[in-house]
């Protein structure tokens, strides 16, 4: 069954709308990742500016609910357009989100501990993993299923995996379907705390001067349909996933967790590793991350050099907004035939293999019609999605 993606809604600190955000990815701006204080503590930061953002309903009225609302804006066309051909019992929402409410909590705990009483207005049910997905069925009064994912850094991939099953198994027409994080104090603290950010300096995967992560709001949202509702020609070809559970929080360093996530997609796909045209890399810029995916990304393309780039020094990396929208910019690239550069200082680490990053002056001779975008999580939770300009031959 052939399932057409929607053109993408999204927001992040490179571009509030699919056009800047893809600007940015291709000259490889880094605007929008800047320094902020915490806890007396200076991070770089991809925070979506406040003026980009309006107020939404008053019982969802917080930061991430907003990020949300701006993407979900851009793909109304195309959600109203499902519910007009298949009714609003045949459209499902499949969101992917880790951070939910905790800019509301880190107030009222703070509060809690300076006062001995939580704030009045303060509702816990506002850190439900539901939470977003709720307000996108109440937006448009959907009312087929409603549900959200969690698994870290892969939570909006794994939730393309599930809105395909929900289609292909005939209890939905369409999903709505994508993944919003925000950057918040108790985000930025955690990761800190795991030694895991860059600190003095953006995000730098690949490198041997790498430091670790910059982390990003973001939200990017498609609608996952039988029909093209937008014409876009573009298709879902495959999904694969792999949970290695080696560790909470470090990968298999072997990279084995994600080779059998890109090997299954590609299985899926019914496609050779020679048919991809561009990937895009998880590239979080941890010593670990970096170590794996490169080892197992070479395992599977060692006979082809396929183009590679991560955009995580551009937009941050926006945890469980991330694989939807590195989606989108895999999207873009099949719809622009352009793909992102890879941001690094260029210094080789000598321990990884050598990947044939995207820079300003990387050619594609065949074009680019097929894409792979990998996310790899905490946990061990890896998927890998394929998308490709529809044809006789996918």
Not at 106 to 112: C, D, P, R
């Amino acid at each position: 069954m052939r399932l057409y993606l929607s053109k993408p809604g999204l927001i992040c600190a490179a571009g509030k709308n699919p056009s800047e955000f893809f600007e940015s990815l291709v000259i490889g701006s880094q605007k929008g990742i800047k320094k902020t204080e915490c806890a007396g503590t200076d991070f770089f930061a991809a925070r979506i500016p406040d003026e980009w953002l309006s107020p939404v309903d008053e019982a969802f009225d917080m930061r991430v609910i907003r990020i949300l609302d701006r993407a979900l804006e851009q793909i109304s066309p195309a959600v109203n357009k499902a519910v007009s051909l298949f009714g609003k019992e045949r459209v499902g929402v499949c969101v992917g989100s880790c951070d939910n409410g905790s800019e509301c909590s880190f107030e009222a705990h703070k509060e809690f501990f300076e006062n001995g009483a939580f704030p009045c207005d303060y509702n816990p049910i506002v850190q439900g993993a539901d939470y977003p997905a709720v307000f996108v069925s109440k937006k448009w009064g959907i009312l087929g299923p409603s549900l959200s994912f969690a698994t870290a850094c892969s939570s909006s991939a794994s939730a393309f995996v599930k809105a395909r099953e929900l289609i292909e198994s005939d209890i939905c027409d369409a999903v709505v379907v994508g993944g919003v994080d925000i950057v918040s104090n108790t985000v930025l603290l955690g990761f800190n705390s795991l030694e895991a950010i860059s600190v003095d300096s953006p995000t730098n995967p690949l490198s041997e001067n790498r430091k670790g992560i910059t982390l990003g709001d973001g939200a990017a949202f498609f609608v996952l349909a039988k029909v093209d509702l937008d014409e876009t020609g573009i298709v879902l070809l495959g999904c694969g996933e792999s949970a290695d559970a080696s560790h909470m929080t470090a990968p298999l360093p072997d990279g084995s967790g994600a080779l059998a996530a890109m090997q299954a997609a590609l299985h899926d796909a019914k496609l050779a590793p020679s048919c991809i045209d561009y990937v895009n890399l998880h590239a979080t810029g941890t010593k670990l991350n970096d170590a794996m995916e490169s080892r197992a990304v070479k395992k599977i393309f060692n006979d082809y050099n396929v183009p590679v780039s991560g955009i995580k020094p551009v937009t941050g990396h926006t945890l469980g907004a991330s694989g939807a929208l590195e989606l989108a910019a895999c999207f873009l690239a099949v719809q622009n035939q352009k793909a992102p550069v890879h941001v690094w200082d260029g210094v080789q680490d000598m321990e990884l293999p050598c990947l044939n990053v995207v820079s300003q002056n990387s050619k594609f001779p065949k074009g680019i019609r097929t894409c792979m975008s990998n996310s790899f999580a905490f946990g061990g939770c890896n998927v890998s999605l394929i998308i490709g300009k529809e044809d006789e031959n996918n």
